[in-house]
Structure formats: structure tokens, C-alpha cells
């Protein structure tokens, strides 16, 4: 029987640890993330940057490979002509602040979300566990991998808090466009 959260996948080796260290090297130009209504928000202490355009193709790449893996799972789900990704986040969560995101869902209404996918640039960290359903649904933390799951309100998550080290990470969401 499906349960749930049989739908949070965290597939390995989805990126080479050292495309993985070089993105972390190349990032820059933090700034303090904000929540969808462009407001700096207390459920969110973690800084975002657009990732550099050099690593969009194996960004774009490994999404592929994701979203494979994501329908050979579970074969009923497909993306369409009217899918896209959003674009590829660079996170950045300091130890040194605490930085966590709290319980929340991915879906947003003017572009709605269907997929959503971080992959983990380093495990190098204490904390920072990506948390399901108040925490009874931890996923493990392994450099080069992605954590994906479906964006709606059934799947809320957080990331807990950093106590030492940072946490990067990539994300991004597969969503629908109108034509």
C-alpha cells in the first residue's frame, strides 16, 4: 500500500560532488530570501542568489534525469507541453543564524506548481534536515543528491534549523504555464 510520503523521493547521485563544490565556489551576491509576496518573512532565515548561469545546462540536465526517475516511480505522473522549471535557486542557510525555513507548501497560484525539487550542494553540516509532516518524515542529507516531491498542500515541509556549518542547496519547481 502508498503511503503518503512514499512521494518525497531523495534520489542519490543525481550531481558529482565536485560540480557540486565548484557551484558552492563559484556562488556570490547573497541576499536575505524572501516568501512569495517579496516580504522578508520569520518562517524563512536562509539567503538566496540566482545560480550562476554557467551550471544552467547541468542544472537543466539533472532536472531531466529527475523527472525520469519521477515518472518511472510512479508512472502516472507526467509533465506536459505546458511545463517548465522556474529557474534554479542557489540557498544559502548559515549555522551561524540558525537559518531554517519552517513548515510550509510549495504551491502558488499564479504559477502553479507541481513538482518541487532541491538538490543538496554539501552535507557538511549539523541540522538543516529537510523535515515532512512535523518532522515525522525526515529525508538524510547526501551530497549530490535531490529531494523532490509534489508541491501541494499534502506535502507540507521545512528545512530545520543549521546548527553548525552551512547548508547550500538548489531548488527549483516544475510548474504549469498558459499558452
Not at 563544490?21 to 522578508?40: H, K, L, N, P, Y
Not at 524563512?44 to 516511480?73: A, H, P, T, W
Not at 507541453?81 to 529557474?87: P, V, Y
Request: hydrophobic share 30%; aromatic share 14%.
Amino acid at each position: 500500500m502508498i503511503k503518503i510520503q512514499d512521494y518525497t523521493k531523495c534520489y542519490a547521485d543525481i550531481m558529482r560532488k565536485e560540480l557540486c563544490e565548484e557551484i558552492i565556489e563559484a556562488s556570490g551576491d547573497f541576499q536575505r530570501a524572501t516568501v512569495r509576496d517579496g516580504d522578508i518573512s520569520q518562517a524563512r532565515n536562509c539567503y538566496d542568489s540566482m545560480l550562476n548561469k554557467k551550471f544552467d545546462s547541468y542544472i537543466y540536465e539533472s532536472v531531466g534525469k529527475i523527472l525520469q526517475r519521477y515518472q518511472n516511480d510512479f508512472t502516472y505522473f507526467t509533465t506536459g507541453l505546458n511545463t517548465e522549471d522556474t529557474g534554479y535557486q542557489h540557498l544559502l542557510y548559515k549555522g551561524s543564524e540558525k537559518g531554517e525555513y519552517k513548515s510550509h507548501v510549495d504551491h502558488m497560484d499564479l504559477y502553479p506548481r507541481v513538482l518541487s525539487c532541491s538538490f543538496i550542494l554539501n552535507d557538511n553540516y549539523d541540522g538543516g534536515d529537510f523535515s515532512f509532516f512535523d518532522g515525522k518524515h525526515i529525508i538524510k542529507k547526501k551530497v549530490g543528491s535531490a529531494v523532490v516531491f509534489p508541491s501541494n498542500f499534502c506535502f507540507p515541509h521545512a528545512v530545520t534549523p543549521v546548527t553548525n556549518g552551512d547548508r547550500h542547496a538548489i531548488i527549483t519547481w516544475i510548474h504549469w504555464y498558459i499558452m
